[in-house]
């Protein structure tokens, strides 16, 4: 059996898979051409694109528990500046990436200020960043304001009020009804939301936004259970049962509520938080038992190391490189059209094969150019926490 480290590797893959994951399927080639298992569920239902966030949700909560316990789960001055202080610069890193993209594209304009300005009264208030920086926020005050028994039971509750609140505010409906999309338009403005497809037609409607970070926030707490397991249960064989035999019994309990309940990501239904966190903790679990106690290591492993050491670094740099990549000219096509370094290689894939092939290879070369990033920092020991 291999020897039980005080961090465990484990947490560092399934760290690394979501975040490899959210590059490849935010980067396709084509928008237009992709693989089902690469695109979202339209509305209803759950596909593997669908994973990758809500699992880093969790690996947030499960990490929420180590950090938290240099402070002994106890508030004090310094923890209170350390959430504040981390949580102000998720959602000004959020918004100055859309900030960038402006910049970006006014700049292959000529432009770039006039551009970045003329689309303040656009900008998105929320989102990715935005959100992780809520449910940091709200489930790190959780954590250290409730005694532990009791994080269970308030996790349970905000999933039981969320999903009455979407039974009775059409919550599940694509519509301007939905009770998440009346909120959104009414505090955020249609303006600074994101426009949401289904069904052939296009809602103001966001899926990061202000009712739908309730449950995310259940979420991120249900990963701190986790962790807090894992740092009091020392014995990894004792870890892997336990998270096994509560996974499955997550996730069987939200695949049969689903039923009434619908499962979507959009709206991050309550039984999406049950179906993903206890999809995650059985994969959690399948990799400490092959990680850390049979130490099934290799070039598979490292590779996921790589992004799962420095996470929302890799996630941040992808999101710079796809802006910048979507927006620098590097010639012109017949019609006299920019080509960009994005449009160039996905062109170059898709001369050899067809438009769904080439789209997910482009993919695939912007998560392994990440990784190089990724992994000469791994090599170094050079740790950017955000």
Same mark, same amino acid.
Request: with cysteine; glycine share 10%.
């Given at each position: 059996m291999a020897k039980e480290n005080k961090r465990l590797l484990s947490l560092d893959i399934l760290r690394g898979i979501t975040i490899a994951g959210m590059l490849l399927v935010n980067n396709p080639g084509s928008w237009s051409y992709l693989y089902r298992p690469l695109a979202h569920a339209d509305w209803i239902g759950l596909s593997p694109t669908d994973l990758v966030f809500p699992f880093f949700v969790f690996c947030m909560g499960v990490s929420m528990a180590f950090s938290l316990k240099k402070f002994n789960y106890k508030m004090s001055g310094p923890l209170m500046w350390k959430i504040v202080r981390r949580t102000v610069i998720l959602f000004l890193i959020g918004w100055l990436v859309q900030w960038f993209g402006h910049l970006v594209r006014g700049l292959c304009k000529g432009d770039p200020?006039?551009?970045?300005?003329?689309?303040?009264?656009?900008?998105?208030?929320?989102?990715?960043?935005?959100?992780?920086?809520?449910?940091?926020f709200f489930g790190s005050l959780c954590a250290v304001l409730f005694k532990r028994k009791f994080i269970p039971w308030l996790a349970g509750i905000i999933l039981v009020a969320y999903a009455f609140i979407l039974g009775f505010g059409n919550g599940y409906e694509f519509s301007l009804e939905n009770i998440i999309a009346q909120i959104d338009n009414s505090v955020l403005g249609t303006n600074h939301m994101y426009h949401e497809w289904a069904y052939g037609e296009q809602l103001s409607f966001d899926p990061e936004g202000i009712l739908s970070t309730l449950p995310c926030i259940a979420h991120v707490l249900i990963g701190y259970l986790v962790g807090r397991m894992i740092l009091s249960v020392h014995n990894n064989t004792e870890r892997v049962t336990k998270m096994l035999l509560w996974g499955t019994l997550m996730l069987l309990a939200g695949w049969l509520l689903q039923y009434g309940i619908p499962c979507g990501k959009k709206m991050w239904s309550s039984t999406f938080v049950?179906?993903? #966190?206890?999809?995650?903790? #059985?994969?959690?679990?399948?990799?400490?038992?092959?990680?850390?106690?049979?130490?099934?290591?290799?070039?598979? %492993?490292?590779?996921?190391? %790589?992004?799962?050491?420095?996470?929302?670094?890799?996630?941040l740099l992808g999101t710079i490189l796809a802006i910048l990549f979507g927006a620098i000219p590097i010639g012109h096509n017949a019609e006299g059209d920019n080509i960009t370094i994005h449009s160039a290689v996905y062109n170059f894939f898709n001369s050899f094969c067809n438009e769904y092939t080439a789209s997910a290879l482009y993919a695939i070369a912007f998560v392994l150019l990440n990784w190089v990033i990724g992994h000469v920092l791994y090599k170094k020991k050079i740790y950017i926490k955000i």
């Amino acid at each position: 059996m291999a020897k039980e480290n005080k961090r465990l590797l484990s947490l560092d893959i399934l760290r690394g898979i979501t975040i490899a994951g959210m590059l490849l399927v935010n980067n396709p080639g084509s928008w237009s051409y992709l693989y089902r298992p690469l695109a979202h569920a339209d509305w209803i239902g759950l596909s593997p694109t669908d994973l990758v966030f809500p699992f880093f949700v969790f690996c947030m909560g499960v990490s929420m528990a180590f950090s938290l316990k240099k402070f002994n789960y106890k508030m004090s001055g310094p923890l209170m500046w350390k959430i504040v202080r981390r949580t102000v610069i998720l959602f000004l890193i959020g918004w100055l990436v859309q900030w960038f993209g402006h910049l970006v594209r006014g700049l292959c304009k000529g432009d770039p200020f006039v551009e970045a300005v003329n689309n303040l009264d656009t900008l998105r208030y929320l989102g990715v960043f935005q959100r992780l920086a809520l449910v940091y926020f709200f489930g790190s005050l959780c954590a250290v304001l409730f005694k532990r028994k009791f994080i269970p039971w308030l996790a349970g509750i905000i999933l039981v009020a969320y999903a009455f609140i979407l039974g009775f505010g059409n919550g599940y409906e694509f519509s301007l009804e939905n009770i998440i999309a009346q909120i959104d338009n009414s505090v955020l403005g249609t303006n600074h939301m994101y426009h949401e497809w289904a069904y052939g037609e296009q809602l103001s409607f966001d899926p990061e936004g202000i009712l739908s970070t309730l449950p995310c926030i259940a979420h991120v707490l249900i990963g701190y259970l986790v962790g807090r397991m894992i740092l009091s249960v020392h014995n990894n064989t004792e870890r892997v049962t336990k998270m096994l035999l509560w996974g499955t019994l997550m996730l069987l309990a939200g695949w049969l509520l689903q039923y009434g309940i619908p499962c979507g990501k959009k709206m991050w239904s309550s039984t999406f938080v049950m179906i993903t #966190c206890g999809m995650a903790m #059985c994969i959690q679990a399948m990799l400490i038992h092959f990680v850390d106690i049979k130490g099934k290591r290799g070039g598979w %492993s490292r590779f996921f190391e %790589s992004f799962g050491v420095n996470p929302l670094a890799l996630y941040l740099l992808g999101t710079i490189l796809a802006i910048l990549f979507g927006a620098i000219p590097i010639g012109h096509n017949a019609e006299g059209d920019n080509i960009t370094i994005h449009s160039a290689v996905y062109n170059f894939f898709n001369s050899f094969c067809n438009e769904y092939t080439a789209s997910a290879l482009y993919a695939i070369a912007f998560v392994l150019l990440n990784w190089v990033i990724g992994h000469v920092l791994y090599k170094k020991k050079i740790y950017i926490k955000i």
